[in-house]
T-cell receptor, first 113, second 117 residues
Framework: SQQGEEDPQALSIQEGENATMNCSYK?????LQWYRQNSGRGLVHLIL?????REKHSGRLRVTLDTSKKSSSLLITASRAADTASYFC?????????????FGQGTRLTINP | ETGVTQTPRHLVMGMTNKKSLKCEQH?????MYWYKQSAKKPLELMFV???????ENNSVPSRFSPECPNSSHLFLHLHTLQPEDSALYLC????????????????FGPGTRLTVT
């Protein structure tokens, strides 16, 4: 079954507003990562939060992780039109020496000018 | 640019054709991955190579055949595909240090948009 599930599936807000996306997962993780994808392009890594961390910031991004609830949130503050993209959470499950990232279906974020 | 390139960017092939997708990473990573992204489905991990050895094969049909000749290159050989194989195929790489327990982010290429007719 799918490990990460994002909520909502689609989000449309006005430029300047904050956008919050949530991710839930089912099993224990090593870390959780958030990625962004512009339409038809490859994914770009945004932020990685380890299982022993609760909050992490990177510029306008703020990620929280609650391992007791098996959930994470991504907050984008002061949104811009260029933030329009799909956002995915991915949980990292250990598999020998390589990662096995399991992605959710993503949240499609639209920032209206 | 992420340091991961994929060619071709677009590919249209018939069900009887044989083609190959190529991925190259310039980041000095030691693990490479193939993913399939279909419309309205989560990104699916297909294959994982670590130190040029395949460590994951997620029940992918044999019409998809990966090859990793060295740590910088990864191929996906395609033959007798089906229309449902039409998708965006993404390659990624990462640095994995299993002895240290560290985990790093993955760097993705731009993808190959495959259409099977």
């Amino acid at each position: 079954s799918q490990q990460g599930e994002e909520d909502p599936q689609a989000l449309s807000i006005q430029e300047g507003e904050n956008a919050t996306m949530n991710c839930s997962y089912k099993t224990s993780i090593n870390n959780l990562q958030w990625y962004r994808q512009n339409s038809g392009r490859g994914l770009v890594h945004l932020i990685l939060i380890r299982s022993n961390e609760r909050e992490k910031h990177s510029g306008r991004l703020r990620v929280t992780l609650d391992t007791s609830k098996k959930s994470s949130s991504l907050l984008i503050t002061a949104s811009r039109a260029a933030d329009t993209a799909s956002y995915f959470c991915a949980t990292d499950m250990i598999n020998q020496g390589a990662q096995k990232l399991v992605f959710g279906q993503g949240t499609r974020l639209t920032i209206n000018p | 640019e992420t340091g991961v390139t994929q060619t071709p960017r677009h590919l249209v092939m018939g069900m009887t054709n044989k083609k190959s997708l190529k991925c190259e990473q310039h980041l000095g990573h030691n693990a490479m991955y193939w993913y399939k992204q279909s419309a309205k489905k989560p990104l699916e991990l297909m294959f994982v190579y670590s130190l040029e050895e395949r460590v994951e094969n997620n029940s992918v049909p044999s019409r998809f055949s990966p090859e990793c000749p060295n740590s910088s290159h990864l191929f996906l050989h395609l033959h007798t595909l089906q229309p449902e194989d039409s998708a965006l195929y993404l390659c990624a790489s990462s640095q994995d240090l299993s002895t240290s327990g560290k985990r790093y982010e993955q760097y993705f290429g731009p993808g190959t948009r495959l259409t099977v007719t």
